[in-house]
């Protein structure tokens, strides 16, 4: 069974700062990997997906990396402001139509 | 993009009563529908995909006769929690597959249920 592990749990970092955020799963058989945003009492909002045959893709000052053999994906937000402020998930699909959700990185970015 | 609404938002009944809960795709007919749950501190978890005009797939541990789900048409699909317990407290979350075949997924706000 995929297992998905989100670290760290949470961060705070001030207003301005670069920040990675490292998801990590169990089997690399993937179809591909989606990274979400969820506010609190609103839905999930995807920001970036990659399928398994690329190694990255960007969005703004977002970007994402895949490792698939290593079972590996970080998400690096640049420039970070208080607005991005949020949980984020990351979410691997293996086959068929299930995510495997990890259980996300709480971030707080101060003023 | 599809706009998945999800009713209700927050939701407190006592034991043994039954919720149920909403999701309507504004935007879009979806013949699929997902539902998920994530319990405290952990991962959101599929728990059935609703396919509209026949049954619910259920996920293994999930069960049937306890979240019944119906996707009667092709906007709107219901969860019911039938005889609630306090162990069903949960975020319950419900998307919308708009093009499985490229992932593309548009999520509900989901529900907060807590059962006293």
């Known amino acids: 069974k995929q297992e998905v592990t989100q670290i760290p749990a949470a961060l705070s970092v001030p207003e301005g700062e670069n920040l990675v955020l490292n998801c990590s799963f169990t089997d690399s058989a993937i179809y591909n990997l989606q990274w979400f945003r969820q506010d609190p009492g609103k839905g999930l909002t995807s920001l970036l997906l990659?399928?398994?045959?690329?190694r990255e893709q960007t969005s703004g000052r977002l970007n994402a990396s895949l490792d698939k053999s290593s079972g590996r994906s970080t998400l690096y937000i640049a420039a970070s402001q208080p607005g991005d402020s949020a949980t984020y998930l990351c979410?691997?699909?293996?086959?068929?139509?299930?995510?495997?959700f990890g259980t996300g990185t709480s971030l707080t970015v101060i003023p | 993009g599809a706009v998945v609404s999800q009713h209700p938002s927050r939701v407190i009944c006592k034991s043994g009563t039954s919720v149920k809960i909403e999701c309507r795709s504004l935007?879009?007919?979806?013949?699929?529908m997902f539902w998920y749950r994530q319990f405290p501190k952990q991962s959101l978890m599929l728990m059935a995909t609703?396919?509209?005009?026949?049954?619910?797939?259920?996920e293994q541990g999930v069960e049937k006769d306890k979240f019944l789900i119906n996707h009667a048409s092709l906007t709107l699909s219901t969860l019911t929690v039938t005889s609630a317990h306090p162990e069903d407290s949960s975020f319950y979350i419900c998307?919308?597959?708009?093009?499985?075949?490229?992932?593309?997924?548009?999520f509900g706000a989901g529900t907060r249920l807590s059962v006293l």
């Open positions: 979410a691997v699909r293996p086959t068929g139509n299930q995510f495997y």
């Open positions: 998307s919308v597959g708009m093009d499985l075949a490229k992932n593309i997924q548009y």
């Open positions: 935007d879009f007919q979806a013949t699929t």
């Open positions: 990659i399928q398994s045959s690329q």
């Open positions: 609703s396919n509209e005009g026949s049954k619910a797939t259920y």
